[in-house]
């Protein structure tokens, strides 16, 4: 009933900047917390930032500074901003929602990811 798609992966030089966006659709009666996750090769999935239903936000360390993450209710869509990039960003990045659907409890939905690589 309820999908998030990611987009706006690629491949981006060291420094480069690159926005994801998160698209929920489907059955929705209310968004609660999004956040975007990312794992890389032989990691285990990291919490990069969070975003509440009020705009209240949290970044992993590594990315406090150079990440933002936003949305827009009105369009169900999360976004993340990454700037100054390292290739050690690269990774497959996951949206997660908290999501309530019609006539159904809240539960948390994944995307299926989009690749970011950075490398010179």
């Known amino acids: 009933q309820v999908q998030l798609v990611e987009s706006g992966g690629g491949l981006v030089q060291p420094g480069g900047s690159l926005r994801l966006t998160c698209a929920a659709s489907?059955?929705?009666?209310?968004?609660?917390?999004m956040a975007w996750y990312r794992q890389a090769p032989g990691k285990q999935r990291e919490l990069v930032a969070a975003?509440?239903?009020?705009?209240?936000?949290n970044y992993a360390d590594s990315v406090k500074g150079r990440f933002t993450i936003s949305r827009d209710n009105a369009k169900n869509t999360v976004y993340l901003q990454m700037n100054s990039l390292k290739p050690d960003d690269t990774a497959v990045y996951y949206c997660?929602?908290?999501?309530?659907?019609?006539?159904?409890?809240?539960?948390?939905?994944w995307g299926q990811g989009t690749q970011v690589t950075i490398s010179s």
């Open positions: 997660k929602g908290t999501i309530q659907a019609w006539n159904r409890g809240t539960k948390d939905y």
């Open positions: 489907g059955s929705i009666f209310s968004i609660n917390a």
């Open positions: 975003i509440t239903s009020g705009g209240t936000t």
